[in-house]
């Protein structure tokens, strides 16, 4: 493709992923950009764990975020978008900055874990950690949140 410009969308697993890797190939098709799905490891919150058990730690989530990335990268295929998989190490936040000035992301789809709501004060963690990133970036980030669950819910697949 000509375009130079990413979508990004970062994957962390849990509810809100299906639906933000959705958003996330449906805005890739629409506006003709590359779609890169990015997932970070973050170990620094395991600070009183075993100094052993980290590199098994950091071992299992790069499994983790490389299976999950799998899945986002098949559902894009699925859709005929060509995408990219990344996986970074470090600060959440800060890795997220890096990556979408190095790719000149245009947009930047995050997934509101479920159970928050969107309040017109924009106060809950999601939307300060999306207007903190915006605001140091440029780059607009857009929150995606999964659909509210009903009792008719069922798990999803693990390969859907």
Do not use: N
């Not at 170990?43 to 098994?56: G, T």
């Amino acid at each position: 493709r000509l375009s130079m410009k990413h979508i990004v969308c970062a994957t962390r697993g849990g509810a809100g992923s299906r639906a933000v890797q959705e958003r996330a190939i449906g805005y890739a098709h629409q506006r003709d950009l590359k779609l890169a799905f990015l997932f970070v490891i973050d170990i620094s919150s395991l600070e009183d764990a075993d100094e052993k058990l980290r590199p098994a730690i950091r071992d299992e989530m790069a499994w983790l975020g490389l299976t999950l990335l799998g899945i986002a990268q098949q559902r894009a295929q699925s859709a005929g978008i060509d995408s990219e998989i990344v996986i970074r190490e470090g600060p959440v936040r800060d890795e997220i900055c890096s990556f979408i000035e190095e790719c000149s992301a245009e947009l930047l789809l995050l997934g509101a874990p479920r159970g928050t709501t969107e309040t017109i004060f924009g106060d809950d963690l999601v939307e300060q950690f999306a207007a903190s990133v915006e605001k140091d970036t440029g780059v607009t980030v857009e929150i995606v949140r999964p659909r509210p669950s009903s009792s008719q819910d069922t798990p999803e697949p693990a390969d859907a």
